[in-house]
Protein backbone atom coordinates (compact mmCIF):
# COMPACT_ATOMS: atom_id res chain seq x y z
CA UNK A 1 0.00 0.00 0.00
CA UNK A 2 1.40 3.67 -0.66
CA UNK A 3 0.20 7.06 0.07
CA UNK A 4 0.66 9.48 -2.25
CA UNK A 5 -0.38 13.28 -2.50
CA UNK A 6 -0.84 15.61 -5.85
CA UNK A 7 0.16 19.24 -4.27
CA UNK A 8 1.29 21.92 -5.99
CA UNK A 9 0.25 25.14 -4.20
CA UNK A 10 0.51 26.98 -7.69
CA UNK A 11 -3.26 26.67 -9.05
CA UNK A 12 -3.80 25.32 -12.84
CA UNK A 13 -0.46 23.00 -12.91
CA UNK A 14 -1.92 20.31 -13.76
CA UNK A 15 -2.69 18.06 -10.45
CA UNK A 16 -6.19 17.46 -10.55
CA UNK A 17 -5.56 15.99 -14.39
CA UNK A 18 -2.75 14.00 -13.34
CA UNK A 19 -4.45 12.53 -10.43
CA UNK A 20 -7.88 11.38 -12.19
CA UNK A 21 -5.37 9.91 -15.28
CA UNK A 22 -3.20 8.13 -12.83
CA UNK A 23 -5.64 6.57 -11.02
CA UNK A 24 -7.99 5.84 -13.51
CA UNK A 25 -5.05 3.75 -15.50
CA UNK A 26 -3.37 2.05 -12.32
CA UNK A 27 -6.77 0.83 -11.21
CA UNK A 28 -7.18 -0.52 -15.03
CA UNK A 29 -4.26 -2.18 -14.36
CA UNK A 30 -5.65 -3.77 -11.38
CA UNK A 31 -4.14 -1.86 -8.68
CA UNK A 32 -7.12 -1.48 -5.67
CA UNK A 33 -7.23 2.56 -5.68
CA UNK A 34 -9.37 4.89 -3.59
CA UNK A 35 -8.34 8.81 -4.73
CA UNK A 36 -9.56 11.14 -2.30
CA UNK A 37 -10.20 15.04 -3.28
CA UNK A 38 -10.00 17.85 -0.61
CA UNK A 39 -9.96 20.14 -2.97
CA UNK A 40 -13.69 22.25 -2.31
CA UNK A 41 -13.52 22.65 -6.19
CA UNK A 42 -14.27 19.08 -6.73
CA UNK A 43 -12.73 18.55 -9.55
CA UNK A 44 -11.86 15.43 -9.12
CA UNK A 45 -15.07 14.50 -7.94
CA UNK A 46 -16.81 15.73 -11.09
CA UNK A 47 -14.06 14.99 -13.55
CA UNK A 48 -14.60 11.17 -12.66
CA UNK A 49 -18.52 11.58 -13.28
CA UNK A 50 -19.93 12.07 -10.15
CA UNK A 51 -22.44 14.91 -9.70
CA UNK A 52 -21.11 16.93 -6.95
CA UNK A 53 -24.74 18.13 -6.39
CA UNK A 54 -26.51 14.58 -5.45
CA UNK A 55 -23.81 13.77 -3.15
CA UNK A 56 -25.22 12.76 0.73
CA UNK A 57 -21.80 12.80 2.30
CA UNK A 58 -18.25 14.17 1.40
CA UNK A 59 -14.90 14.56 2.79
CA UNK A 60 -16.48 17.79 4.52
CA UNK A 61 -18.15 15.63 7.01
CA UNK A 62 -15.03 13.38 7.34
CA UNK A 63 -12.95 16.00 7.80
CA UNK A 64 -15.71 18.03 10.82
CA UNK A 65 -17.71 15.19 11.92
CA UNK A 66 -17.30 11.71 13.19
CA UNK A 67 -17.77 10.32 9.71
CA UNK A 68 -15.16 7.80 8.39
CA UNK A 69 -14.23 7.53 5.11
CA UNK A 70 -15.65 4.09 4.24
CA UNK A 71 -19.43 6.32 5.20
CA UNK A 72 -18.75 8.87 1.96
CA UNK A 73 -16.22 6.37 -0.74
CA UNK A 74 -18.31 5.94 -3.41
CA UNK A 75 -17.10 3.26 -6.22
CA UNK A 76 -16.89 4.72 -10.11
CA UNK A 77 -18.93 3.16 -12.04
CA UNK A 78 -16.99 3.98 -15.32
CA UNK A 79 -13.48 2.16 -13.64
CA UNK A 80 -13.34 -1.07 -11.92
CA UNK A 81 -10.98 -1.07 -8.98
CA UNK A 82 -11.20 2.57 -8.40
CA UNK A 83 -12.59 4.33 -5.29
CA UNK A 84 -13.63 8.34 -4.79
CA UNK A 85 -13.92 9.89 -1.30
CA UNK A 86 -15.40 12.87 -2.84
CA UNK A 87 -15.38 16.83 -1.81
CA UNK A 88 -18.35 19.32 -2.37
CA UNK A 89 -18.13 23.21 -2.31
CA UNK A 90 -18.50 22.87 2.02
CA UNK A 91 -15.14 21.59 2.33
CA UNK A 92 -14.11 25.48 1.73
CA UNK A 93 -16.04 25.97 5.49
CA UNK A 94 -13.77 22.85 7.07
CA UNK A 95 -11.00 25.15 6.91
CA UNK A 96 -12.71 27.43 9.56
CA UNK A 97 -14.29 24.92 11.49
CA UNK A 98 -10.97 22.75 11.72
CA UNK A 99 -9.60 25.82 13.62
CA UNK A 100 -8.86 25.06 17.19
CA UNK A 101 -9.71 21.34 17.03
CA UNK A 102 -6.89 19.60 18.73
CA UNK A 103 -4.62 17.78 16.72
CA UNK A 104 -6.52 18.73 13.60
CA UNK A 105 -3.52 18.57 11.25
CA UNK A 106 -4.19 14.83 12.08
CA UNK A 107 -7.77 14.39 11.25
CA UNK A 108 -6.95 13.00 7.91
CA UNK A 109 -4.22 10.51 9.01
CA UNK A 110 -6.24 9.29 11.46
CA UNK A 111 -9.42 8.23 9.32
CA UNK A 112 -6.99 7.41 6.49
CA UNK A 113 -5.46 4.22 8.77
CA UNK A 114 -8.82 3.00 9.42
CA UNK A 115 -9.12 1.97 5.84
CA UNK A 116 -6.01 2.00 3.74
CA UNK A 117 -5.87 -1.71 4.01
CA UNK A 118 -8.25 -2.38 1.53
CA UNK A 119 -5.88 -0.34 -1.34
CA UNK A 120 -2.87 -0.79 -3.14
CA UNK A 121 -2.84 3.18 -4.14
CA UNK A 122 -4.35 5.82 -2.14
CA UNK A 123 -3.74 9.57 -4.24
CA UNK A 124 -5.17 12.80 -2.67
CA UNK A 125 -5.81 15.58 -4.71
CA UNK A 126 -4.86 19.06 -2.70
CA UNK A 127 -6.51 22.54 -3.91
CA UNK A 128 -3.94 24.99 -5.06
CA UNK A 129 -3.11 26.41 -1.36
CA UNK A 130 -0.97 25.63 2.16
CA UNK A 131 -4.13 25.40 4.00
CA UNK A 132 -5.14 23.26 7.19
CA UNK A 133 -7.11 20.82 4.75
CA UNK A 134 -3.08 20.49 2.44
CA UNK A 135 -1.46 20.10 5.74
CA UNK A 136 -3.82 17.32 6.36
CA UNK A 137 -2.60 15.91 3.31
CA UNK A 138 0.68 15.86 3.53
CA UNK A 139 0.53 14.96 6.67
CA UNK A 140 -0.95 11.53 6.05
CA UNK A 141 0.95 10.69 3.11
CA UNK A 142 4.18 8.68 2.30
CA UNK A 143 5.39 10.82 -0.58
CA UNK A 144 4.37 13.99 -2.86
CA UNK A 145 3.79 14.03 -6.56
CA UNK A 146 4.50 17.48 -8.21
CA UNK A 147 3.22 18.69 -10.94
CA UNK A 148 4.69 21.36 -12.60
CA UNK A 149 4.07 22.99 -15.81
CA UNK A 150 6.02 23.70 -18.33
CA UNK A 151 6.11 27.74 -18.89
CA UNK A 152 8.06 30.63 -18.61
CA UNK A 153 7.85 30.91 -14.59
CA UNK A 154 7.69 27.28 -13.78
CA UNK A 155 9.80 27.38 -10.96
CA UNK A 156 8.45 30.24 -9.53
CA UNK A 157 6.41 29.20 -5.86
CA UNK A 158 8.96 25.80 -6.04
CA UNK A 159 11.17 27.49 -2.94
CA UNK A 160 7.92 27.59 -1.10
CA UNK A 161 6.63 24.33 -2.30
CA UNK A 162 9.85 22.55 -0.47
CA UNK A 163 9.92 24.18 2.02
CA UNK A 164 6.12 23.37 2.57
CA UNK A 165 7.28 19.88 2.44
CA UNK A 166 10.39 20.32 4.76
CA UNK A 167 8.50 21.77 7.22
CA UNK A 168 5.48 19.58 7.59
CA UNK A 169 8.70 16.70 7.14
CA UNK A 170 9.80 18.28 10.52
CA UNK A 171 6.95 18.61 12.45
CA UNK A 172 4.42 16.08 11.67
CA UNK A 173 5.70 13.77 9.60
CA UNK A 174 8.96 12.51 9.47
CA UNK A 175 8.82 9.77 6.65
CA UNK A 176 7.79 12.23 3.79
CA UNK A 177 9.39 11.93 0.78
CA UNK A 178 9.48 13.05 -2.68
CA UNK A 179 8.11 10.95 -4.53
CA UNK A 180 8.76 12.85 -8.07
CA UNK A 181 8.03 15.99 -10.50
CA UNK A 182 6.00 15.28 -13.83
CA UNK A 183 6.39 18.45 -16.49
CA UNK A 184 2.89 18.65 -17.61
CA UNK A 185 1.33 20.78 -20.54
CA UNK A 186 4.22 19.88 -22.40
CA UNK A 187 4.07 21.26 -25.98
CA UNK A 188 7.08 19.21 -28.32
CA UNK A 189 6.52 22.34 -30.82
CA UNK A 190 8.06 24.74 -28.60
CA UNK A 191 11.67 25.51 -27.26
CA UNK A 192 10.25 26.66 -24.14
CA UNK A 193 9.05 23.44 -23.27
CA UNK A 194 12.38 21.77 -23.49
CA UNK A 195 14.65 24.53 -21.63
CA UNK A 196 12.07 24.31 -18.67
CA UNK A 197 12.41 20.11 -18.49
CA UNK A 198 16.19 20.84 -18.54
CA UNK A 199 15.64 23.54 -15.72
CA UNK A 200 13.26 21.26 -13.74
CA UNK A 201 15.77 18.46 -14.27
CA UNK A 202 18.78 20.62 -13.25
CA UNK A 203 16.88 21.48 -9.94
CA UNK A 204 15.12 18.20 -8.91
CA UNK A 205 17.46 15.72 -10.73
CA UNK A 206 16.28 12.03 -11.15
CA UNK A 207 13.24 12.82 -9.42
CA UNK A 208 11.64 14.43 -12.74
CA UNK A 209 9.68 11.59 -14.19
CA UNK A 210 10.76 11.09 -18.16
CA UNK A 211 7.67 11.53 -19.48
CA UNK A 212 6.08 14.50 -19.53
CA UNK A 213 2.44 15.15 -19.96
CA UNK A 214 1.57 16.22 -23.55
CA UNK A 215 -0.06 19.85 -23.98
CA UNK A 216 -3.22 18.30 -25.57
CA UNK A 217 -6.65 19.21 -26.11
CA UNK A 218 -8.50 16.11 -25.59
CA UNK A 219 -7.34 16.06 -21.38
CA UNK A 220 -8.82 19.43 -21.04
CA UNK A 221 -11.69 17.91 -22.60
CA UNK A 222 -12.19 14.78 -21.21
CA UNK A 223 -13.48 16.45 -17.34
CA UNK A 224 -15.95 18.13 -19.30
CA UNK A 225 -17.78 14.69 -19.39
CA UNK A 226 -16.74 13.34 -16.44
CA UNK A 227 -14.12 11.37 -18.35
CA UNK A 228 -11.08 9.57 -17.59
CA UNK A 229 -8.80 10.19 -20.75
CA UNK A 230 -8.78 6.51 -21.26
CA UNK A 231 -12.37 6.05 -21.62
CA UNK A 232 -12.97 9.62 -23.58
CA UNK A 233 -10.27 8.98 -26.63
CA UNK A 234 -7.62 5.91 -25.46
CA UNK A 235 -5.36 7.43 -28.49
CA UNK A 236 -5.40 10.82 -28.10
CA UNK A 237 -1.17 11.89 -26.99
CA UNK A 238 -2.75 12.83 -24.03
CA UNK A 239 -4.02 9.55 -22.87
CA UNK A 240 -0.45 7.86 -23.87
CA UNK A 241 1.11 10.35 -21.89
CA UNK A 242 -0.66 9.56 -19.02
CA UNK A 243 0.08 5.89 -19.72
CA UNK A 244 3.47 6.23 -20.19
CA UNK A 245 3.36 8.33 -16.81
CA UNK A 246 1.51 4.86 -15.46
CA UNK A 247 4.32 2.36 -16.48
CA UNK A 248 7.09 4.61 -15.18
CA UNK A 249 5.10 5.29 -11.58
CA UNK A 250 4.95 1.40 -11.16
CA UNK A 251 8.79 0.85 -12.28
CA UNK A 252 9.82 3.14 -9.41
CA UNK A 253 7.88 1.48 -6.74
CA UNK A 254 9.78 -1.83 -7.25
CA UNK A 255 13.62 -0.28 -7.05
N1 LIG B 1 -1.77 18.23 -20.52
C1 LIG B 1 -2.78 19.10 -20.65
N2 LIG B 1 -3.11 19.58 -21.86
C2 LIG B 1 -4.12 20.48 -22.01
N3 LIG B 1 -4.85 20.94 -21.00
C3 LIG B 1 -4.58 20.50 -19.76
C4 LIG B 1 -3.54 19.55 -19.52
N4 LIG B 1 -3.48 19.30 -18.19
C5 LIG B 1 -4.44 20.05 -17.64
N5 LIG B 1 -5.11 20.77 -18.56
C6 LIG B 1 -6.20 21.74 -18.33
O1 LIG B 1 -5.66 22.83 -17.61
C7 LIG B 1 -6.54 23.25 -16.58
C8 LIG B 1 -5.85 23.07 -15.22
O2 LIG B 1 -5.59 21.69 -15.00
P1 LIG B 1 -5.94 20.98 -13.62
O3 LIG B 1 -7.33 21.27 -13.21
O4 LIG B 1 -5.56 19.55 -13.73
O5 LIG B 1 -4.91 21.75 -12.69
P2 LIG B 1 -4.90 21.85 -11.10
O6 LIG B 1 -3.48 22.03 -10.72
O7 LIG B 1 -5.62 20.70 -10.51
O8 LIG B 1 -5.72 23.18 -10.85
P3 LIG B 1 -6.20 23.75 -9.42
O9 LIG B 1 -4.97 24.30 -8.81
O10 LIG B 1 -7.23 24.78 -9.75
O11 LIG B 1 -6.74 22.58 -8.65
C9 LIG B 1 -7.77 22.41 -16.73
O12 LIG B 1 -8.70 23.10 -17.50
C10 LIG B 1 -7.28 21.17 -17.44
O13 LIG B 1 -8.30 20.53 -18.18
MG1 LIG C 1 -7.19 20.68 -9.10
Known amino acids: ?56 MSMYDVLTSDASLKEVILKSELVKNLDIAPSTMELAGAEVEMIGKENRELILTNKIKEIENEYDFIFIDCPPSLGVLTINALTSVESVLIPIQCEF ?47 VKNFFGEKV ?47
Open 209 to 255: FRTAISRNIRLAEAPSFGLPIMLYDEKCKGAESYKSLTKEFLSRQSK
Open 1 to 56: MKKVCIFNQKGGVGKTTTNINLCAYLAMEGYRVLTIDIDPQGNTTSGLGLDKRNLE
Open 153 to 199: YALEGVGQLINTVKLVKKSLNKDLEIEGVVMTMYDYRTNLSNEVFEE
